[in-house]
């Protein structure tokens, strides 16, 4: 049989790992690693590498890399689209293990934040190993999510008192009636959506590659801080070549 760890690796910085994905780490036989197209790549790569090169060290392990399957806009539409994506994904997973990984061997992925939060993996993992007639089996480590560094970053509580909190995306909010939003947590906004709520007596708690060392925080009232929001993201993008970013947008109370 084999075993394969999804570990959240947290916001990307080595020392957001927990204690259990660290002696999940020692565990394993490959890491698999899947490479996006574009500028800013190496980056991605070279903080997973940081994580195995500070707990593990020179130790017995082997890293494999694999291109991850490209987005195509299909007629059909957004779901179809997803739907097309995950399954080349999962196709490329299951090559992965199936030439990789030997019998009685772990491997393993290094995910963004938590594995439980915005993320298909699980799910693609999932259907693989109901297929596999046992001869796959998999377990899922959490790490710290990037909505749990936000809140923390800017000081806030994640939910006021006697108050829902959603967890929704940029798409989302990008066609949404702006009323519908009372205090949610925003996951990976590309379209800059959060200006639709200007004047709607809305703040904003906004983070950029969270718990890196080139960490940006920006927040106040969405109206006054979104010229400033808006060259901040274009400008960090541009440096980089990518952003992982995350906000909370929060209606503000009548007294405040």
Not at 46 to 73: F, K, Q
Not at 78 to 105: C, M, N, P, S
């Amino acid at each position: 049989m084999k075993r394969l760890y999804l570990i959240g690796m947290g916001p990307g910085g080595p020392e957001y790992l927990t204690i259990q994905a660290i002696e999940t780490l020692k565990q394993v036989d490959v890491f698999f690693m899947l490479e996006k197209e574009g500028r800013g790549k190496d980056e991605l790569l070279r903080m997973r590498h940081d994580i195995l090169e500070r707990y593990l060290g020179d130790s017995n392990y082997r890293v494999v890399t694999a291109t991850s399957p490209e987005r195509r806009t299909l007629p059909d539409g957004y779901q179809e689209t997803v739907r097309a994506w995950h399954a080349t994904k999962r196709e490329l997973f299951a090559r992965l293990i199936e030439t990789e990984l030997e019998d009685g061997q772990c491997g393993a992925l290094l995910l963004w934040g938590d594995p439980s939060l915005y993320d298909q993996t699980v799910t693609m993992i999932a259907e693989l190993v109901e297929s596999s007639d046992g001869a796959l089996e998999f377990e899922i480590i959490p790490g710290i999510t990037s909505v749990q560094v936000l809140t923390a970053k800017h000081k806030i509580p994640l939910n006021r008192i006697g108050e829902n909190i959603t967890i929704t995306t940029g798409r989302h909010v990008e066609h949404c009636d702006p009323a519908e939003i009372h205090n949610a947590v925003v996951m990976l906004d590309y379209n800059a959506s959060f200006q639709r709520f200007a004047g709607q007596d809305m703040d904003v708690y906004w983070g950029g590659y969270l718990g890196c060392p080139d960490e940006v925080l920006v927040s106040g009232p969405v109206d006054t801080v979104l010229d400033e929001l808006l060259s901040t993201k274009a400008r960090v993008r541009e440096e980089k070549g990518w952003l992982l970013d995350i906000y909370l947008l929060r209606r503000r109370e009548p007294d405040a």
